[in-house]
């Protein structure tokens, strides 16, 4: 999939929130949706819907509205998720954990290979059907598997020394949750979760809200 | 804080970012910033910033940027987070426990007060140092703390009666993990996080960076 224009991030960010959607649209057996129904569920402008799937070349019909079906894998295919990423994750403790028994993680496509840590009383015990493997033994491990996505989940102050060691063996992309920013590497993408910034968005719903009574 | 115009979706979620970078400029001993510097940092172009930070009255001064501490703060704000929240956590699986580990939030202003759970064998273990609560002493606990947010980490199953059982209590805002919206309650605010969203970008990145090459 390639396209001519520069998207924006504004627009990319929006569409796993498309892309999520139109799946449980299609879950729900709606075969069709008008960009005004999208965008009320969306809490997105109608005409900010037309021009985010005009970026990718459109997908509606005038009057007619979006085909859920073929808009739902369209995203998906712009997303890259149909191509089957092999994924690990760094750091064993309680949120490494979390991410490893959430299901959704691989319906999407990302398909979890691999769970390291490097403390040796987390080493060899499993969660759900994984062993924790040694972080040293990550090397040999890359050249076996291949993964393409590592998630970060170790401490703080860990973060950039197992980003720079998965970089210099060729991920492609990190998922890094580890309350840092970790700074760019030559061909990896790096996408910095911070749980925090949900927690100020509601803070600032919440007094919004309260002004307004 | 009231404002006069409605500020919109996208600009309210850029907030919490550039509240962070600010604190790291702050942390760093920087003093002023130009919005230039600023959206170099941030991914978001210089005239970007200067209409969000308008939508707010404006902070900038014309060829002197932005006073770092100034601007730091009244973000934070605009945030409500000096108002001081406090916080219980439903839910004390891995995900539960991640959160609760997690020092950030106080550092913002989200004070945690009560970590609950309705399994008997979690009730009365500790994370860190919250006793872990029966969910259904939480009618008692809500009177005599007044805590105004809650964090849903429970399973998906069961976070709607959560979300239900928490309005009727008066809670005011909710932050969900639970993998699926919950709908609207008056009087409550929500803010639905979608841990898969950041890895469908990611996805996407790599795609593109593909199509590049």
Same mark, same amino acid.
């Given at each position: ?76 295919? /712009?997303? &890259? =998720?149909? $191509?089957?990423?092999? *994924?690990? !994750? ?80 060729? /991920?492609? &992309? =990190?998922? $890094?949750?580890?309350? *840092?920013? !970790? ?31």
């Amino acid at each position: 999939m390639t396209s001519s224009k520069k998207i924006s991030f504004e627009v990319i960010k929006r569409l796993p929130r498309y892309y999520r959607y139109l799946g449980e649209l299609l879950a729900n057996g709606t075969a069709r949706i008008s960009s005004k129904d999208l965008s009320s569920r969306m809490n997105v402008t109608a005409s900010q819907i037309r021009q985010d799937l005009n970026c990718f070349g459109g997908f509606g019909q005038q009057g007619y509205g979006y085909n859920v079906e073929s808009l739902y894998r369209s995203i998906g295919e /712009i997303l &890259g =998720l149909y $191509n089957g990423h092999n *994924t690990i !994750i760094i750091g064993a403790g309680n949120l490494g954990r979390a991410l490893a028994s959430y299901r959704s993680f691989e319906k999407r496509g990302f398909k979890l290979v691999g769970v390291f840590d490097n403390n040796p009383s987390k080493i060899g015990q499993y969660i759900e059907e994984f062993e924790i493997l040694d972080i040293d033994t990550i090397e040999a491990f890359m050249q076996t598997h291949k993964p393409d996505i590592a998630v970060i989940a170790v401490p703080k102050a860990a973060a950039a020394d197992v980003a720079k060691r998965l970089a210099k063996l060729g /991920i492609k &992309g =990190l998922l $890094n949750f580890s309350y *840092t920013d !970790i700074d760019a590497y030559e061909g990896v993408e790096i996408e910095n979760v911070h749980l925090s910034d949900s927690l100020m968005t509601l803070s600032y719903k919440i007094e919004n809200a309260k002004a307004q009574d």
